[in-house]
């Protein structure tokens, strides 16, 4: 097979690949260029950055193109629907960066608890802030809401667990048997927003009203902190500065946001925000296993 791979991918996937007799051409297109450009390659791999829409899958269709890889769980930047009725397969690699995320969830929780990311941002503007940066909260006793528990949600939880949280989780699915063997509560909603300490978002990107909007924030506790390593579009992002200004929401950690790369400079640049670019899934682990999964899926097709 012709390969396309546009965002990048772990080299020894790659050269596995190639052992196996596939090209694999390492190159980006400009979503204009993309669609002709897919009409010379029967597969082609790409993580969030390159977006293969309607209009990309009407120029490729037809041509040699049989199969679209997203390299990642998320598959928002795809028309998956479209591409499949026109014949094309579409392919992710849903487990591969499952514990990863789940750390950088933990790891904004700890930034949020700690001011580590405002304080770390002062210290290499030379200042040495130590009182204002001393009021921290611990994150042992507290209650964690995670909002979607599937399989970012259930490694969060065991982490929270070991470090003494109380873990409550609102789905739209329950998984028999789950609430015994993580030792968790399954809540509705409004209940997980009324109780949690710390809220973590990990459902994909829902349609219609943001998870975390103004009606939302009000049914909070005051002094909650907002994980969202989700999708952008689950927060409703002026909601939740004018929460942050309001002092309702302590701090907030995002690693994704409503348009990536993110404009919202008065969101990210806010002293009580723990921000990161969409790297949820950015560990040497995460992309040799989601390599791994790329060459089973190509494997098998
Ligand atoms: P998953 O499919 O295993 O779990 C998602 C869970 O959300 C499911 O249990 C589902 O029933 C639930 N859900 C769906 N709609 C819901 C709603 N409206 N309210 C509450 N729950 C709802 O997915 P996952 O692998 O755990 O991934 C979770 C999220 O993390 C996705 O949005 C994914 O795109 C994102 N993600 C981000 C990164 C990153 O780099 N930051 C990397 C990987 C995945």
């Not at 390159?50 to 928002?76: H, P």
């Not at 930047?77 to 950088?104: C, F, W």
């Not at 933990?106 to 290499?124: E, K, L, P, Q, V």
């Not at 009000?218 to 992002?237: A, L, P, Q, W």
Request: aromatic content about 4%; charged content about 20%.
């Amino acid at each position: 097979m012709r390969i396309l791979v546009t965002d990048g991918m772990d080299k020894s996937a790659q050269a596995k690949l190639a052992a196996m007799g596939h090209e694999v051409v390492n190159q980006f297109y400009e979503p204009a260029e993309l669609g002709t450009a897919l009409r010379d390659f029967n597969a082609v791999i790409i993580r969030s950055k390159t977006k293969i829409r309607k209009q990309q899958i009407d120029e490729a269709k037809g041509s040699a193109l049989q199969l679209i890889i997203r390299a990642g769980v998320g598959v928002d930047n795809i028309d998956v629907a479209y591409a499949e009725e026109n014949g094309i397969a579409v392919k992710n690699t849903p487990r591969a960066s499952s514990q990863s995320v789940a750390e950088l969830a933990m790891a904004h929780m700890f930034s949020c608890a700690r001011f580590i990311s405002a304080a770390g941002a002062t210290m290499r503007a030379g200042k040495w802030e130590k009182k204002a940066y001393s009021g921290g909260i611990e994150l042992s006793g507290k209650t964690l809401g995670i909002v979607g528990f599937g399989r970012i949600g259930q490694k969060l939880c065991a982490m929270a667990k070991g470090i003494g949280m109380t873990v409550i989780a609102s789905d739209i699915y329950h998984i028999p048997g789950i609430e015994e063997q993580l030792g968790m509560q399954y809540v509705e909603n409004d209940e997980l927003l009324a109780r949690a300490d710390f809220i973590s978002l990990h459902a994909p990107a829902v349609n219609g009203k943001a998870l975390i909007c103004a009606e939302n924030i009000e049914k909070m506790k005051d002094g909650v902190v907002i994980i969202n390593t989700s999708r952008g579009t689950n927060v409703d992002e002026d909601a939740l500065l004018d929460a942050l200004n309001s002092g309702k929401v302590l701090a907030a950690g995002l690693d994704v946001f409503a348009q990536e790369p993110s404009v919202n400079a008065a969101l990210y640049n806010h002293p009580a925000v723990s921000a990161t670019p969409h790297i949820g899934a950015g560990t040497n682990e995460a992309q040799a296993r989601i390599g791994e999964e790329i060459v089973d899926i190509i494997a098998n097709f």
